[in-house]
């Protein structure tokens, strides 16, 4: 079996350790070096890098950097750029260093290599990076794995964030998301309802696995626009988007949504209205066949009934039966249905998927 590359052999791969052991460590000064030109990192933490500047004025800095002769007689960063920050910060003269020379592409590797194995770089940093790598130097995908040691499809997941909307690749910079939120969304190809779920990300404080879930769903080819813009808003769970899946002519799904969000129908009743209207009933007949049953009327078009109003409507079930329901649905997020016969409870569960049905198997068995 193959051994797994990992983080540890990228600056190995560029610059052997062999090789920096018998490359004499000398005391440069600090204002004679300059920033390396490639690196892909644009943010430092302030907080960790005062802990640094702290850490070199009570020890010294203990790891050299590495640099490079420039053609004016000066240094260039390859790799350190924080502990250079540091010395700076802390009023260091002079500074340990490393002279090696190194190409422009080495340049840029060394600094990417550094910064990824001390997980530093943003997201979206990482992937610039290695955008340029292929760009600008072409390199493929394979050769950038085996120079930072990942695998080519971490750098290829790595490389999609570039195609993110620019809200939502400043989202990953300020780290107000996660690369596998940016990756979800990338499902969702209009940049209006990309936006619509990145605040709903924000709103809801969404998992990556909730937004997963989200996403997958509004990129079903038979999702009309207006269903995938409630469902990416917020107006609609996953769960009635999925019920309205079953509806294939787009104007009358669009329609059923309008009355989905305009009504404020609940899981159970989104999913009674669909099974009518692709049964051939009409809307507004259908819509009045899920309202009327709750006791109340069918609202008119100004008029939508609340949560508050709904639950002082005489109901056929007990008040019990109907709380019980409404706390499935809200954990499973579908449709459940409670019904008694004598002393048998029966409860349906409605789900339109695979997914969901691994979902609940997950929650059933503890493992989610």
Same mark, same amino acid.
């Given at each position: 079996m193959s051994?797994?590359?990992?983080l540890?052999?990228?600056?190995d ?5 062999a090789?920096?052991?018998?490359t ?10 300059k ?16 802990e640094?500047?702290? @850490?070199?004025q ?6 050299? *950097?590495?640099?490079?002769? =420039?053609q &004016?007689g000066?240094?260039e !960063? $390859?790799a350190?750029?924080?502990?250079l ?5 802390a009023?260091?003269a ?15 590797e060394?600094a990417?290599v550094e ?13 610039q990076a ?6 600008e130097?072409g390199l493929?995908?394979e ?9 080519r499809?971490a ?6 964030l570039?195609r ?6 400043q989202a990953?910079?300020?780290?107000t998301? @996660?690369?596998?939120?940016g990756r979800?969304l990338?499902? *969702?190809?209009?940049?209006? =309802?990309? &936006?619509?779920?990145?605040? !709903? $990300?924000?709103?809801r ?15 079903q ?11 990416c ?11 309205l899946l ?7 799904q ?7 969000v305009?009504?404020h ?6 999913d009674r209205?669909?099974k ?8 507004e007949t259908?819509?009045?066949q899920?309202v009327?049953?709750?006791g109340?009327?069918?609202?008119s078009?100004g008029?939508t009934?609340?949560s508050?109003?709904r639950?002082?409507?005489?109901a ?5 039966d109907?709380?019980?329901?409404q706390m499935f649905?809200e954990?499973?997020q579908?449709p ?15 789900l ?8 609940l ?8």
């Amino acid at each position: 079996m193959s051994r797994k590359r990992g983080l540890g052999s990228g600056l190995d791969a560029l610059i052997p350790a062999a090789s920096l052991d018998q490359t004499p460590v000398r005391e440069l000064p600090v204002s004679a070096i300059k920033a390396n030109r490639a690196q892909p990192r644009t943010a430092f933490d302030e907080t960790t890098l005062a802990e640094l500047v702290a @850490s070199i004025q009570t020890h010294g800095v203990l790891q050299p *950097i590495i640099v490079s002769e =420039d053609q &004016q007689g000066g240094y260039e !960063l $390859i790799a350190g750029e924080r502990r250079l920050r540091a010395a700076r910060m802390a009023g260091l003269a002079t500074i340990p260093a490393i002279i090696k020379n190194a190409t422009p592409q080495q340049f840029l590797e060394l600094a990417l290599v550094e910064n990824v194995q001390r997980a530093d770089l943003n997201p979206l940093e990482e992937a610039q990076a290695y955008e340029t790598l292929r760009r600008e130097f072409g390199l493929s995908d394979e050769e950038i794995a085996r120079r930072v040691g990942k695998s080519r499809v971490a750098i290829v997941n790595s490389r999609r964030l570039l195609r993110l909307s620019p809200v939502a690749r400043q989202a990953l910079l300020d780290g107000t998301i @996660s690369a596998g939120h940016g990756r979800a969304l990338l499902r *969702i190809e209009d940049a209006t =309802d990309q &936006q619509a779920a990145l605040a !709903l $990300i924000k709103e809801r404080a969404l998992s990556v696995r909730e937004i997963e879930h989200l996403c997958e769903i509004a990129a079903q080819p038979g999702l009309a626009a207006s269903t995938r813009h409630a469902l990416c808003a917020g107006q609609l769970e996953p769960a009635q988007a999925l019920a309205l899946l079953q509806i294939g002519d787009a104007q009358l799904q669009n329609a059923a949504c309008e009355a989905i969000v305009t009504h404020h129908l609940g899981l159970t009743e989104t999913d009674r209205l669909c099974k009518a209207l692709t049964g051939g009933v009409d809307l507004e007949t259908a819509l009045a066949q899920v309202v009327e049953p709750l006791g109340g009327k069918m609202p008119s078009p100004g008029r939508t009934i609340s949560s508050p109003e709904r639950q002082r409507l005489p109901a056929t079930r007990s008040p019990e039966d109907q709380m019980a329901q409404q706390m499935f649905e809200e954990l499973l997020q579908t449709p459940v249905q409670i019904a008694r016969s004598g002393r048998t409870i029966k409860v349906t569960i409605t789900l339109y998927d695979d997914e969901q049905l691994q979902g609940l198997y997950d929650r059933l068995s503890g493992n989610s």
